[in-house]
């Protein structure tokens, strides 16, 4: 895969992702007032679901081995389906956003992964305000991303639809560490048409002791 070796990827423990929806890790109602109980379940027990099972699907019909991991189908989607690319991913993606959320997140403490951050662009805040104009700024339905590059740098993008940065057809390339879903079925039943306002409440959800754990494990 440019920009990140498959083995690079897979130590990128605790997440190895399957084909399999895994279990929501919190009860629906656990990030409010930040995301609402109904915009949870309908989230992860339609949407997230969906893309499970096609991506599956699209592996079956393709005879990709579904005991593999999904990341090694990203970095070469190119190989693929438009279905696959587009389940596989928004498989993948949501497995790791559920994780990058938690009831009561958002302080990040002092350690490695802060002060990669500051070093990469200045302060905390900084980082939040850039992670944040790219969820803002992605027109129509996409991610933002924190991501370390092969050589550990740390990186804030976004990308279309259900694309990542483990994609070779990416433009952005690296390891997603954090991961912010700006599709309009993530918050619409809460904050509307106001984006913003929801990008800027998530934060209070944000599981740094996870992103933590991935940055620490590349």
């Known amino acids: 895969m440019a920009g990140c070796s498959t083995a690079k990827v897979l130590s990128s423990a605790p997440l190895v992702t399957g084909f399999d929806q895994t279990p929501l890790p919190y009860a629906y109602p656990a990030l409010e007032p930040v995301i609402d109980a109904l915009t949870m379940e309908i989230h992860y027990s339609k949407h ?27 970095a070469s989607v190119s190989k693929y389906s438009m279905k696959m690319r587009n389940n596989a991913g928004g498989h993948y993606n949501h497995e790791l956003f559920w994780k990058c959320m938690k009831a009561n997140g958002g302080v990040l403490a002092p350690g490695k992964l802060k002060e990669a951050i500051t070093q990469s662009f200045g302060s905390m805040e900084a980082f939040q305000t850039q992670f944040g104009d790219a969820g803002k700024n992605r027109f129509g339905s996409g991610w933002a991303w924190l991501y370390a590059t092969k050589d ?41 048409n106001r984006r913003a306002d929801y990008v800027t409440a998530w934060w209070k959800a944000v599981n740094w002791d996870f992103v933590s754990m991935r940055f620490e494990t590349l």
């Open 152 to 192: 550990k740098q740390l990186k804030v993008g976004s990308t279309p639809n259900q694309d990542n940065p483990l994609m070779d057809i990416s433009d952005i390339k690296g390891t997603p560490l954090l991961g912010l879903d700006v599709w309009e079925h993530a918050y619409y039943l809460k904050y509307q």
């Open 48 to 74: 997230a679901s969906a893309y499970a099972k096609n991506a599956k699907d699209a592996a079956l019909a393709e005879k990709v081995d579904t005991n593999k991991p999904i990341e090694e189908v990203l």
